[in-house]
T-cell receptor, first 113, second 117 residues
């Protein structure tokens, strides 16, 4: 069975600085997707970034980028130039053959002014 | 973008009554929708997968007779909590899968907070 592990329950970063959130996963599948979702205090889940496992190039969306290490089964999220609006719970998720998402336990990120 | 709505956003009901929550994909057709439950400061727990025109698939431990799911069209799925009890109080979130965005990309509704008195 697939598992997703986020080992950082809480993190804090100063505004305008860079922070990296960690995520590791375990699977025997070769073709899958990985996601980072953001859940701000409003509790609306927002897709931040998506990575296809067959692509070697790391996905980037503006200030958000990932470091995808397939062999190590690692999928970290880097947020550059952190903004107050980035304060949220961040969930790493695995999407495989079952079409279901397996979520990690989340990392609560606080951006300090 | 891909917009998913949920209604109602909040509901308070008495113990023993039933509550229906609607999930709609507003600008795309979703053959598959998902229902999650989230406890405070916890991750999302998948309750069931809803496929248009067929019976929902429930996760282990989820009572199918208590949490009735109907997916009558490509844009609407409903979750009915039957004979609700205080322990059913929670935050319920739906999502819809949009194939054109890549396999398994789910877009989420804003959630429904259910409080059972």
């Amino acid at each position: 069975a697939q598992t997703v592990t986020q080992s950082q329950p809480e993190m804090s970063v100063q505004e305008a600085e860079t922070v990296t959130l960690s995520c590791t996963y375990d699977t025997s599948e070769n073709n899958y997707y990985l996601f980072w979702y953001k859940q701000p205090p409003s509790r609306q889940m927002i897709l931040v970034i998506r990575q296809e496992a067959y692509k070697q190039q790391n996905a980037t969306e503006n200030r958000f980028s990932v470091n995808f290490q397939k062999a190590a089964k690692s999928f970290s999220l880097k947020i550059s130039d952190s903004q107050l609006g980035d304060t949220a719970m961040y969930f790493c998720a695995f999407g495989g053959a079952t079409n279901k998402l397996i979520f990690g336990t989340g990392t609560l990120l606080a951006v300090q002014p | 973008g891909a917009v998913v709505s949920q209604h109602p956003s909040r509901v308070i009901c008495k113990s023993g009554t039933s509550v229906k929550i609607e999930c709609r994909s507003l600008d795309f057709q979703a053959t598959t929708m998902f229902w999650y439950r989230q406890f405070p400061k916890k991750s999302l727990m998948l309750m069931a997968t809803s496929n248009e025109g067929s019976k929902a698939t429930y996760e282990q431990g989820v009572e199918k007779d208590k949490f009735l799911i109907n997916h009558a069209s490509l844009t609407l799925s409903t979750l009915t909590v039957t004979s609700a009890h205080p322990e059913d109080s929670s935050f319920y979130i739906c999502s819809a899968s949009r194939p054109s965005s890549g396999r398994d990309t789910q877009y989420f509704g804003p959630g429904t907070r259910l409080t059972v008195l």
